[in-house]
């Protein structure tokens, strides 16, 4: 008995002392900070005097800021298009009334004719950008004030609505979760515009050697700052940031009137981070001939069969078609369930048995190449922690924010988002307990076309953009239950650079044909994958990384794209006659 009492102050006084150097800890920063400072005053202010008369007090507030700095340049052919500095800091107020059980949030009803948003109790406004007390705390203050009477209203709405229908099992509004107390360094909060341009301008300058490509840009953006995240159950947190991407951009146009675009893409936490200019030349280059082959390469008429997704491709397939899909959280009252909803497929076989799906953005690096998707506090202060999402090809569990769902009641620390956060993954990892070598992929894929008699197979290496693919590309996405979902990258989604694999190892190149139809049952029914993985990176808020090896398909169909193109150009491109001779240009 004495050793469990003693157990027991031990463990007060830990927690007492933690929470003692915690507090010391803010304050320390708050002498320091003043974004911080202003942050911490107002909310403790709203926190004790934020009431309407005969209506609740919030439960909970939270603050989230960014102080930001964007530069990005954009160029074509040597010449700059645009260029811009962008300064800013945005606040985020989220507010609940009621309580955790049930507050104003996950409601989306037809109420007296007005609708009324999940994210209810959600709102921002533009905060000063010099470092003045008074008038950040003024910003705050108004923007609190304004949000709190809209979430009252909105509240009150949400009862009245649930007092007419039936619902059973909801869970909580919000999950409890510890509180955050950590404080990264301030980032500089300053970015060389005259570097960007000077990049932006040199790499489209290469363009100017192919007369073939009839758009090209090059555009690279630069964003610095600081993130701020205090909340009433003392999470104090500040996070520095900065990152850099740079897209390569071109276009041709085939003599049957189709366009084909490509694009390269890549990310840095830093500019030196970002690919030489000689690697990032021989890339654009390797990338403008390719399309040139591919527009003078034959139709693909149909295709019924075998499929190989080189690892590019299949990287950019799984963020499309996967990403979205492993987030969870409850459906908002008065909205309806998605039929493929994943959590009704949990502990069913959604893949191959051979494949494991980890997503893990503790990882600041893959193979050499950074994880766009690396973070370690989510934008609701939730420390982030890795999450096995399909073993063996089986569902075990969906990333979560703050909103519980009916199977799980605690956030993985995945609610992602500056001005909303939600579920979102950050780094996809995708492996295979039996991976092949490439040239075992080739043999596998070949093998799956004698077995059908198919004289040749189809092999995929880069999913671009092909004119008249949208159409369809929407429908993928309909049949899915996906909509709004940003494709990975910055990559398209129609087969780009595709070729006829023969069994005696000859290939042809061959374009305009896309996926005609492409379900989850697809998945489940590919025959292996591959040991190379490709690292994707994509933009957007916090970034996003998905890792995925070659994949085989048993069975997809392929059909030609068929519309009406526009005609080439009856001009040739001036290029094409600045590249000429003197004495030919002038006959």
């Given at each position: 008995m004495m050793r469990s009492i003693s157990a027991i102050v031990l463990l007060i006084v830990c927690v007492s002392w933690n929470r003692a150097a915690a507090d010391d800890k803010v304050q320390t920063e708050v002498k320091k900070d003043v974004v911080l400072r202003a942050l911490v005053d107002e909310l403790e202010r709203g926190k004790d005097g934020l009431k309407l008369e005969d209506l609740q007090r919030p439960y909970f507030i939270e603050y989230g800021l960014g102080d930001t700095v964007s530069s990005s340049a954009g160029a074509r052919l040597g010449a700059l298009t645009s260029s811009s500095e962008n300064r800013w800091r945005r606040l985020r107020t989220s507010i609940r009334v009621g309580s955790y059980d049930q507050d104003n949030t996950n409601f989306s009803g037809d109420y007296g004719g007005y609708y009324?948003?999940?994210?209810?109790?959600?709102?921002?406004?533009?905060?000063?950008?010099?470092?003045?007390?008074?008038?950040?705390?003024?910003?705050?203050?108004?923007?609190t004030?304004?949000?709190?009477?809209?979430?009252?209203?909105?509240?009150?709405?949400?009862?009245?609505?649930?007092?007419?229908?039936v619902i059973e099992d909801k869970p909580p509004d919000f999950s409890h979760e510890d509180p955050t107390v950590s404080f990264e360094d301030r980032v500089e909060v300053a970015i060389s515009l005259k570097d960007l341009e000077k990049m932006a301008t040199d790499l489209s300058r290469i363009f100017l050697e192919y007369p073939d490509v009839q758009s090209s840009s090059v555009n690279i953006n630069g964003t610095a700052g600081n993130?701020?995240?205090?909340?009433?159950?003392?999470?104090?947190?500040?996070?520095?940031?900065?990152?850099?991407?740079?897209?390569?951009?071109?276009?041709?146009?085939?003599?049957?009137?189709?366009?084909?675009?490509?694009?390269?893409?890549?990310?840095?936490?830093?500019?030196?981070?970002?690919?030489?200019?000689?690697?990032?030349?021989?890339?654009?280059?390797?990338?403008?001939?390719?399309?040139?082959?591919?527009?003078?390469?034959?139709?693909?008429?149909?295709?019924?069969?075998?499929v190989l997704f080189e690892p590019r491709a299949a990287a950019v397939l799984f963020s499309q078609r996967f990403a979205g899909q492993f987030a969870g959280g409850q459906r908002p009252i008065g909205s309806q369930s998605n039929p493929d909803d994943f959590e009704k497929k949990l502990n069913k076989r959604i893949l191959p048995k051979f494949l494991n799906v980890v997503d893990d953005?503790?990882?600041?690096?893959?193979?050499?190449?950074?994880?766009?998707?690396?973070?370690?506090?989510?934008?609701?202060?939730?420390?982030?922690?890795?999450?096995?999402l399909v073993e063996g090809g089986r569902l075990k569990t969906l990333v979560m924010s703050r909103n519980p769902s009916k199977t799980f009641k605690k956030s993985t620390g995945h609610g992602r988002g500056d001005y909303r956060p939600s579920p979102s993954v950050g780094c996809l990892v995708v492996t295979s307990s039996d991976a092949q070598a490439e040239q075992a992929l080739r043999r596998k894929l070949l093998e799956a076309c004698a077995d059908e008699d198919l004289e040749f197979g189809i092999r995929i290496a880069v999913l671009g953009s092909a004119e008249g693919d949208s159409g369809r590309y929407s429908e993928y996405l309909s049949s899915l239950g996906i909509s709004g979902f940003a494709r990975g990258g910055g990559e398209g989604g129609t087969p780009l650079a595709m070729y006829k694999v023969y069994p005696d190892g000859h290939e042809e190149l061959v374009?305009?044909?896309?996926?005609?139809?492409?379900?989850?049952?697809?998945?489940?029914?590919?025959?292996?994958?591959?040991?190379?993985?490709?690292?994707?990176?994509?933009?957007?808020?916090?970034?996003?990384?998905?890792?995925?090896?070659?994949?085989?398909?048993?069975?997809?169909?392929?059909?030609?794209?068929?519309?009406?193109f526009d005609k080439p150009p009856i001009l040739p491109n001036p290029l094409a006659r600045a590249q000429k001779p003197a004495d030919e240009a002038d006959e």
């Open positions: 009324f948003s999940m994210f209810g109790g959600m709102g921002g406004a533009d905060i000063p950008i010099e470092d003045d007390y008074n008038a950040i705390r003024q910003g705050i203050w108004w923007a004030d304004r949000e709190y009477k809209s979430v009252i209203e909105n509240y009150e709405r949400k009862l009245a609505f649930m007092k007419t229908k993130k701020y995240l205090v909340n009433t159950e003392g999470t104090r947190l500040r996070v520095g940031d900065a990152r850099f991407s740079l897209t390569i951009s071109a276009t041709v146009q085939a003599d049957d009137g189709m366009r084909l675009s490509d694009s390269i893409n890549v990310y840095a936490r830093k500019l030196d981070g970002l690919p030489s200019m000689k690697d990032l030349s021989e890339r654009c280059r390797k990338m403008v001939q390719q399309l040139v082959a591919i527009k003078n390469a034959p139709k693909l008429e149909s295709y019924t069969g075998p953005p503790t990882k600041e690096s893959i193979d050499g190449q950074v994880v766009m998707g690396h973070y370690l506090y989510d934008d609701q202060g939730v420390k982030v922690r890795p999450v096995t374009r305009g044909a896309e996926i005609a139809r492409f379900d989850l049952k697809a998945f489940k029914r590919m025959l292996a994958a591959g040991d190379k993985p490709y690292v994707l990176n994509s933009g957007g808020t916090g970034g996003r990384t998905v890792v995925a090896p070659g994949l085989l398909f048993e069975e997809l169909d392929l059909a030609k794209i068929e519309r009406d």
